[in-house]
């Protein structure tokens, strides 16, 4: 079965800094991936998709990369402001195009002032 | 503010008990998801409803049901609750149940939290 794998440890980084997030996973390489943001208590929100076809997918000061070779994406926010700091995950579809998603556990970003 | 809606935000049961989460998805969308999320954890899949039908399910036992209705509400209910089921429980609305009908994002509420005593 597909397996995430994300950064367990928190990341710490100092504001302006670009923050670089790994999502790697082990199985099939799914059709899309998607990242969300989650902070304390509250439910995820939507930040990019990228699908299987696309290498790299940018929006403001989000980038994400698509690596199928590696079966790993990467997600950058670039001049982090201490707003960003939050927990980011990684999801994939259950299997071909669903919007049925296994999440990875998540990497939790500290951006310091 | 994701227009998705769920009660209650809290609540607090004893193992054996019988639970009932309610969500109303966003406007417009056909597709509730169910997702437990245990503390540290990321969300899991329980189940997915598509236009009041069950659409795939989870790795979760039958003692996890749920329901669509004709607006697209949902429901889910837990029985015999057991203390491995203390979690924070999210609701997910989309259009349709495929990416290639949207962008495939999912829109959560902000979660119930149940704690099992």
């Known amino acids: 079965s597909q397996k995430i794998e994300q950064n367990s440890e928190a990341l710490n980084i100092q504001e302006g800094k670009t923050a670089t997030l790994t999502c790697n996973y082990t199985?099939?390489?799914?059709?899309?991936l998607q990242w969300y943001r989650q902070d304390p208590g509250r439910g995820p929100v939507f930040l990019l998709l990228?699908?299987?076809?696309?290498k790299e997918k940018r929006k403001e000061r989000l980038k994400v990369t698509f690596d199928t070779t590696l079966k790993q994406s990467l997600f950058h926010i670039t001049a982090s402001q201490p707003a960003d700091s939050a927990t980011y995950l990684c999801?994939?579809?259950?299997?071909?195009?669903?919007?049925?998603?296994?999440f990875g556990t998540g990497t939790l970003l500290a951006v310091q002032p | 503010e994701t227009g998705v809606t769920q009660s209650p935000t809290h609540l607090i049961k004893t193992r054996g008990q019988q639970v009932t989460l309610r969500c109303s998805s966003q406007s417009g969308h056909n597709t509730v998801s169910w997702y437990q999320q245990a503390l540290g954890q990321g969300p899991q899949f329980i189940f997915q409803?598509?236009?009041?039908?069950?659409?795939g399910r989870g790795n979760f036992p039958p003692r996890f049901s749920g329901l669509q209705f004709p607006n697209y509400s949902s429901e889910l209910n837990v029985n015999a609750l057991e203390l491995d089921d203390s979690a924070l429980y999210l609701c997910?609305?989309?259009?349709?149940?495929?990416?290639?009908?949207?962008?495939?994002?999912?829109?959560f509420g902000e979660g119930s939290r149940l704690t099992v005593l």
């Open positions: 409803y598509y236009r009041e039908e069950e659409n």
């Open positions: 999801a994939l579809p259950y299997g071909g195009a669903t919007n049925k998603l296994i």
């Open positions: 199985n099939y390489s799914p059709a899309y």
């Open positions: 990228i699908r299987e076809n696309e």
């Open positions: 997910a609305s989309s259009l349709g149940s495929y990416s290639g009908v949207n962008t495939g994002e999912l829109f």
